[in-house]
């Protein structure tokens, strides 16, 4: 069936940049929509980056300017490259391809940490 495998992630001071890359393998043809999501200790999972199938890229406030996502459908790649990182960038990060995890189709997993620390 579907997987997708988070890396990337790790411990980085304020200021700093990481990549996340997701890729998928399995049943998925062909990616539509791509999403990022994460989620801090004690809150709830939430949506951090999202792009369409027409490229269009969307961005939650907190992390608009800085983080952008990318995809590469030949790869069935999502990349998250996160920029100026602060420290309530702090989480565990998830992706999402064609809202498979969202609907409930594929467990979210404990996805790649990302820790923002001086």
């Known amino acids: 069936q579907v997987q997708f495998v988070e890396s990337g992630g790790g411990l980085v001071q304020p200021g700093g940049s990481l990549r996340l890359s997701c890729v998928a393998s399995?049943?998925?043809?062909?990616?539509?929509?791509c999403y990022w999501y994460r989620q801090a200790p004690g809150k709830q999972r939430g949506l951090v980056a999202w792009i369409g199938s027409d490229g269009y890229a969307n961005y939650a406030d907190s992390v608009k300017g800085r983080f952008t996502i990318s995809r590469d459908n030949a790869k069935k790649t999502v990349y998250l490259q996160m920029n100026s990182l602060k420290p309530e960038d702090t989480a565990n990060y998830y992706c999402?391809?064609?809202?498979?995890?969202?609907?409930?189709?594929?467990?979210w997993g404990q996805g790649t940490q990302v820790t923002v620390s001086s």
């Open positions: 399995g049943s998925i043809v062909s990616i539509r929509a």
């Open positions: 999402d391809l064609n809202e498979v995890r969202h609907l409930g189709l594929m467990n």
